[in-house]
């Protein structure tokens, strides 16, 4: 079960009933909805207040019955590239490494990088995919991408997991990939 919503980049996803979308700082919802124990508010009220910069192109989506600091998935709408032409540009052998030296360089810390590949499961709706994963933000977190472009912009869709949740969060992030209307 699924719930369509207009994102804020103007395209349409269909979000599942067990994930509740961070838009326009309703943070309050998501401290409402969560099933867990103990969550950090200040966490989520500095995301909420950076979600609401028009310069900042991303939507978080948080699950309600998985820890929502551990497990969320974001999508990042960049409207200055496209995937296609960053592809004509480099090739997958040079993009991957560069992936990898980015978040270590965010994290602050060696990160593996588990897979780094085309997929072609979107296909048709979305010709290149690129399909990676990694070490997450925080010890034992998964960080696991695809990036696809959406109006000829660069869309990249990021779960962060918890191993044990991994599983559900990335077949929730393929239906949303899957749904996109625009």
Do not use: W
Not at 60 to 68: G, H, T, V, W
């Amino acid at each position: 079960m699924a719930k369509e919503i207009r994102t804020r980049f103007g395209f349409y996803i269909d979000l599942p009933n067990n994930f509740i979308a961070l838009q326009d700082e309703n943070v309050g919802d998501l401290l409402k909805e969560y099933e867990g124990s103990d969550i950090n508010k200040e966490f989520f009220n500095d995301i909420a207040a950076g979600s609401s910069k028009r310069d900042l192109n991303v939507e978080f989506y948080f699950p309600k019955n998985f820890d929502p600091e551990i497990n969320s998935i974001n999508i990042n709408y960049q409207t200055d590239v496209s995937l296609g032409s960053m592809l004509n540009d480099f090739e997958l052998k040079d993009i991957c490494p560069y992936y990898n030296e980015i978040f270590e360089e965010l994290f602050k810390r060696k990160i593996n990088q588990y897979y780094c590949k085309l997929e072609k499961k979107f296909k048709p709706k979305f010709k290149k995919v690129i399909h990676t994963k990694h070490d997450g933000s925080a010890p034992g977190q998964i960080m696991i991408q695809y990036q696809f472009d959406v109006n000829k912009k660069m869309v990249t869709l990021t779960i962060g997991c918890d191993p044990k949740n991994c599983n559900s969060m990335q077949r929730s992030s393929e239906n949303i990939i899957n749904s996109i209307n625009y």
